[in-house]
């Protein structure tokens, strides 16, 4: 019996599928079982629904009697896409997190504030990134747990203080160990080939030696050209667009047939993702059912009907069809 799904469970499911905590997962779940038209034809997945909200609702449970075993080193994600700051102690980690995003963090004078991961939200045109403060790293100082941090993330900022005239010993410190740990890796020519999508910045060039420190480090590595940044906002706009180009994302807007499109809430997908993939993404279910899309923006003319392997770009305003 087919099972006739309505849009307001088609809705409800969205919300599971986009749900962070295990609080907001409880609710979606429970809106699923409300609004699910009840006859044979669902039986199953309403069997299905019951017994995933039971999980759960015993993960949460156990999640809060664990509370003490929680690692701080695996930090969940949000947003369009995780951004781990790296760098020496007192570089500016913290203040930068603190300038780009409403986090409230510990910023001092003195080295090693900040003892584990913490983040923050950076509005991005219409959509988060998330930038995740991290305890110092040295070559001799490598905080357990932060490697993986690393590993995980999206993207890496690394950043150096130009402040001190140490700021050539802080590049190379921090490459040597990231390169240890695998988190990079170095060509036989000694370029940078990361699996990791990084950003090297100079922060605090609004000291008095900044430019000067940093004009000896360029000399003694030519091609060194780091985005020059301070707290105090010199080239803070242009960082966060450098940020956010990180990631190599797309934001496409969702419409239903007959409804103006959602330009508030985009979906964000990897550069180079095709309808097909817009559409795993919407529902698990909705690929197989896909007949056709319409597509604004990149196709020839607004509202036109692509090929499930038309590349989306961003900003794409993509109707399914199903
Ligand atoms: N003038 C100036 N001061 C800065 C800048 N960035 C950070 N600072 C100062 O540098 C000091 C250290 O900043 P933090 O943000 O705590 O540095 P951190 O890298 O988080 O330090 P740890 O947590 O110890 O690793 C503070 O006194 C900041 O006010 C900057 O761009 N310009
Ligand atoms: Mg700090």
Known sequence: MPANLTPQYYEAEEKYRRAKTPEERIQALEEMLKVIPKHKGTEKLQGDIKRKLARVREEGKKKKSTAKGHDPFGVEKQGA????????????????????????????????????????????????????????LMEDNVPSGLIGTF????????????????????????????????????????????????LVVANKIDYLDAEENLEVMKELMPGFDPLTVSINGNGLEELKERLY??????????????????????????????????????????????????????????????????????????????
């Not at 419409?255 to 979906?267: G, L, Q």
């Not at 180079?272 to 056709?292: C, N, R």
């Open 81 to 136: 896409g995780q951004i781990v700051l790296a760098g020496y102690p007192n570089s500016g980690k913290s203040s930068l997190v603190t300038s780009l995003t409403r986090a409230k963090l510990k910023v001092a004078d003195y080295p090693y504030t900040t003892a584990i991961p913490a983040t923050g939200m950076m509005p991005y045109k219409d959509t988060w990134v998330q930038l995740v403060d991290s305890p110092p």
């Open 151 to 198: 590993k995980e993330a999206d993207a890496l900022l690394i950043i150096i203080d130009v402040s001190t005239a140490e700021c050539l010993e802080q590049y190379e410190g921090l490459m040597k160990v990231l390169q240890e740990r695998e988190v990079i890796d170095l060509s036989e020519e000694g370029e940078i080939i990361a699996p990791i999508s990084f």
């Open 245 to 322: 180009n990180l990631l190599d994302v797309v934001r496409i807007y969702g419409k239903s047939p007959d409804r103006p499109a959602d330009m508030e809430r985009p979906f964000i997908l990897k550069r180079g993702s095709t309808v097909l993939d817009f559409a795993e993404q919407v529902h698990k279910d909705f690929p197989e059912q896909l007949k056709s899309a319409l597509v604004w923006g990149s196709s020839k003319f607004d509202g036109q009907a692509v090929a499930r392997e038309h590349v989306l770009e961003d900003g794409d305003i993509v109707e399914l069809q199903l």
